[in-house]
């Protein structure tokens, strides 16, 4: 049986071009649900949204990946030191008479030997909790709880985070900006977010694994998941007569398919989103119709993953 | 809102293990229990055992009940027979709420993920845990230890002393013991169930003859026969094993909690 080792030297993945995490033949069998040989790739500095509806394997994934449970085959490679790796549960938890600078405090002097105060409040104003530093996390809402286990990630100044479904109990706004922090990350520090809200994933997530009954469907850039399962669609507004616009679009050789919908309405279906994106506004040009908008149809990661996942069993 | 005040301009105290755990006694009610509760029956005990004829004269109906004149080692002995029951409960329950972080996943996770090993977490548990309560017990003794001097005669210093070790020994072995069954249930009440059944078996194991020496329960009555006739000699066996055991529950814990999966 090959050894399962979630902290293994930084040596074992060298280079700083290789993967931050990697796991070969991944498996962990509940009978039958689970995770069953999976290679996962985590490029180095990127957003990777891991996602996969309830009960794909995205939180055994993520135990795995931290050592909070073994896998039964398979190996996990971390090329992060493992005081650098920060993990945020989906319901995080804290001692209800610490004060939110202790618990953040806590995270830090755990993981990091030099104490810093201004660490600590400099994590807790990026989690929104500034203001809430000396209260106690017992009277806490979930929405503050969660931005304050996104706090005690960040204290320690983490080469890796794993963020496993951040935004859940979040309101539109907190939503918004956990994804605009986990977003700005990119480069600073390799980030794994899990999530079944897909447009939470589209957002951030430059690199996308798609779980599904515990295999990996699909890996790999965000985009090219879109253009590879998605017929790319748009739908046209322009002023005047749409004849014109209709005519230059269908000569051109991206095209597959152009259908006047409305009265000044186009439906234009491309063979790739770069093609269209790039053709749309040229073809419209070159016939001197005037485009008042252009918007896409369904090139968004859900219909992807629909797209992906409706012939699987 | 609760809030913590901090005087202004003066930096908060670092965080640390050790510190949550000395926060989770003195920050919640968990310290001012096991203080009040020991010492408690620290002055309860010689009161009753001083006035305990007058107690049963006026509850008795009928039947006369002639009570032996009470002594030193009758103050010291109700103290022990009432704090070794309650008391222990007490100790045990407030250490497998420490022991037991497990019970809760998102605080699991936030201690597992972030400690180098399990050691870094059981230690400060176990040590915090076992001091407080020795000291709870220490408060109780000396309350004990003067109230019986004041109302029954002065007990011999020695064996007060000895007793005292005694106890806390046992006491130290009963956190050790909460450590262990933590690392076999999740749940605080299952750890507090299985606790409490070996702390309740060992003295019926202490039945058979020649184990009664050698085992941890013996500590318990120590602290009462050693001011009849025993001396401390007489309770090296069971001080040895206790050590032993404690040390190796300890290990056992911090091994079998390192090895569990989520």
């Not at chain 1, 995490?21 to 180095?44: E, N, S």
């Not at chain 1, 939180?59 to 790796?85: C, F, K, N, Q, Y």
């Not at chain 1, 109990?169 to 980030?191: Q, Y």
């Amino acid at each position: 049986m090959a050894t399962t080792s979630p902290s293994p030297p930084s040596t074992s993945l060298p280079g700083s071009d290789g993967p931050a995490v990697a796991t070969f033949g991944l498996t962990r069998d509940y009978g039958g649900t689970g995770l069953f040989d999976v290679d996962l790739r985590v490029p180095r500095g990127r957003v990777y949204g891991l996602v996969g509806p309830n009960g794909a394997g995205k939180t055994t994934m993520l135990s795995i990946i931290t050592g909070m449970r073994h896998a039964d085959r398979g190996t996990v490679e971390v090329a992060v030191p493992r005081r650098r790796v920060a993990v945020c549960p989906d319901v995080p938890e804290f001692d209800g008479w610490l004060t939110a600078f202790e618990v953040v405090d806590l995270a830090r002097s755990l993981t990091a030997c030099r104490h810093d105060d201004a660490a600590v409040l400099g994590a807790l104003r990026a989690a929104g909790l500034a203001d809430s530093a000396s209260r106690r996390v017992g009277g806490f809402s979930r929405g503050m709880t969660q931005r304050l286990g996104l706090a005690c990630a960040l204290a320690g100044d983490p080469a890796l985070l794993i963020l496993d479904e951040p935004t859940s109990a979040l309101d539109p706004a907190g939503r918004a900006e956990v994804l605009a922090l986990a977003a700005r990350l990119r480069g600073r520090c390799t980030v794994i977010f899990s999530s079944h809200i897909l447009a939470d994933v589209q957002r951030i997530a430059d690199h996308v694994g798609i779980l599904r009954a515990g295999r990996m469907l699909y890996q790999g850039p965000t985009r090219d998941l879109i253009d590879t399962y998605l017929q790319p669609r748009w739908l046209l507004r322009v002023a005047g007569d749409v004849a014109p616009a209709l005519a230059a679009i269908r000569a051109q050789p991206w095209a597959i398919r152009a259908e006047h919908t409305a009265a000044g309405e186009l439906r234009v279906d491309a063979v790739s989103l770069d093609a269209g994106e790039r053709g749309i506004p040229a073809a419209l040009a070159s016939c001197g119709a005037r485009q008042v908008s252009c918007e896409p149809l369904a090139a968004d990661l859900e219909s992807a993953f629909l797209a992906l996942t409706k012939d699987t069993p | 809102m609760t809030t913590v005040a901090t005087a202004p301009g003066r930096p908060p105290k670092p965080m640390s293990a050790w510190r949550l755990e000395r926060l989770r006694m003195t920050r919640t009610p968990r310290a001012i229990a096991l203080g009040a509760i020991y010492l408690f029956f620290g002055l309860l005990g010689p009161v009753t055992a001083k006035y305990l004829q007058d107690i049963v004269n006026r509850v008795q109906s009928g039947v006369q009940v002639i009570i032996a004149h009470p002594t030193a080692k009758d103050g010291i002995a109700n103290y022990i027979s009432q704090a070794s029951q309650t008391g222990l409960i007490v100790v045990v329950v407030i250490a497998a709420g420490a022991f037991t972080f497990d019970a809760r996943r998102g605080l699991s996770v936030f201690l597992r993920t972030r400690a180098d090993n399990m050691w870094q977490l059981i230690a400060p548990r176990f040590a915090v845990n076992a001091a407080a309560a020795v000291a709870a017990y220490t408060l109780g003794t000396l309350a004990a230890w003067y109230e019986t001097a004041l109302l029954l005669g002065s007990p011999p210093a020695g064996a007060m002393l000895a007793g005292l070790l005694c106890g806390s020994v046992f006491l130290v072995f009963a956190v050790s013991v909460t450590a262990a069954a933590a690392s076999v249930a999740r749940r605080t009440l299952a750890t507090v169930g299985i606790t409490l059944g070996v702390l309740l078996t060992l003295p019926i194991l202490g039945i058979a003859g020649p184990l009664h020496a050698w085992l941890p329960s013996t500590l318990v009555t120590a602290p009462v026969a050693l001011i009849g006739h025993s001396s401390l000699g007489d309770y090296l066996p069971a001080l040895a094993t206790t050590a032993i055991s404690s040390a190796l529950l300890l290990t056992m814990a911090t091994l079998r909690l390192a090895r569990r999966d989520e």
